[in-house]
């Protein structure tokens, strides 16, 4: 059973830091792209950042110099570095692996709150 378990949200102030982490399921983790997603209350779903299997990282204009996604191929997780966060930045965070062009699998998601 594929599953994504992800962790490290909460309430920060503005100008704070978090660390978002996901764990996936050994079977689909290597080949997979991972990414990072968030969903603001009333908005769209939007791709944050993502990965490649090979390492290549992209980031929505928003997050660039802000974020840093990761990942450790060894312990099949994905890091999502938070830092100098603004409350534009309060979602839910999913995380995606996407296996194939028609498969990908979401985690539960986490909330992430900036405010004072």
């Known amino acids: 059973q594929v599953q994504l378990v992800e962790s490290g949200g909460g309430l920060v102030q503005p100008g704070g830091s978090l660390r978002l982490s996901c764990a996936a399921s050994?079977?689909?983790?290597?080949?997979?792209?991972m990414g990072w997603y968030r969903q603001a209350p009333g908005k769209q779903r939007e791709l944050v950042a993502s990965?490649?299997?090979?390492?290549?990282?992209n980031y929505v204009d928003s997050v660039k110099g802000r974020f840093t996604i990761s990942r450790d191929n060894a312990k099949n997780t994905v890091f999502l570095q938070m830092n100098s966060l603004k409350p534009e930045d309060t979602a839910v965070y999913y995380c995606?692996?996407?296996?194939?062009?028609?498969?990908?699998?979401w985690g539960q998601g986490t909330q992430v709150t900036v405010s004072s």
């Open positions: 995606n692996a996407r296996v194939s062009a028609i498969t990908s699998y």
């Open positions: 050994r079977s689909i983790f290597s080949a997979s792209t």
């Open positions: 990965i490649t299997s090979v390492g290549s990282a």
